[in-house]
């Protein structure tokens, strides 16, 4: 069982670990200027070099169906059963539910505005591959084309997501994905991060600063 993280231990690790890098970057020869730094990085009349953490308690999220309950009323289809235990049984939030029959089962428009941790992504990846997994049973997933452009404002947030897609693309080795952006090689090589982006790619993950 891992160790519960207590807030106010992480603060003074990375407190004490930002004067230590202070120290060490700004080294001064001068014994008393050197002892006059370090006196002015532990002065806690100063204003704080690194403030205390603002804990805020949420209330959590109304639980709701789950994705092997989803895949029971048809609304996801058999292959969704590929996931692992855990995450077909645990019960998915409420506006998750409704987020998925909406977008899957009456096929709406959606925007999600719900804060961190809300699980927005499954919100709108797991509509996209169960479109997907409905093509491929059909026998349309192999025609050429992309199905899906997963678009963010800046890099990082794109490349967040390749842990994701990738682990996905391990259950459902059908479905193919690319990343586009700034640091992907058009000519893919062994030596590059990105997976390549050719016209097999059925997700496309990029973002506007591509």
Do not use: C
């Not at 059908?174 to 090689?185: D, H, V």
């Amino acid at each position: 069982m891992s160790a519960t993280m207590n807030p106010a231990d992480v603060y003074e690790a990375l407190h004490d670990a930002y004067l230590r890098y202070l120290e060490t970057s700004f080294h001064l020869k001068d014994p008393s200027l050197l002892k006059q730094f370090r006196d002015l990085l532990q002065d806690k009349t100063q204003p704080p070099l690194v403030r205390r953490p603002i804990l805020e308690v949420s209330p959590g999220f109304k639980s709701g169906a789950s994705i092997e309950q989803l895949i029971e009323t048809g609304i996801l289809p058999e292959s969704f059963q590929k996931l692992e235990e855990s995450i077909l049984r645990r019960p998915l939030y409420s506006h998750q539910e409704k987020a998925l029959r909406k977008a899957i089962q009456d096929r709406h428009n959606l925007v999600v505005a719900t804060g961190t941790g809300s699980g927005k992504t499954e919100i709108f990846l797991y509509p996209i591959i169960s479109h997907l997994l409905r093509e491929s049973e059909q026998g349309t997933l192999k025609n050429p084309g992309v199905r899906a452009l997963l678009l963010y404002p800046m890099n990082a947030l794109a490349n967040d997501q390749i842990a994701r897609l990738r682990i996905l693309a391990k259950l459902f080795p059908e479905i193919t994905f690319g990343r586009y952006t700034g640091e992907t090689y058009l000519f893919h090589t062994t030596h590059s991060s990105s997976p390549p982006l050719s016209a097999a790619s059925k997700v496309l993950d990029t973002s506007f600063a591509a």
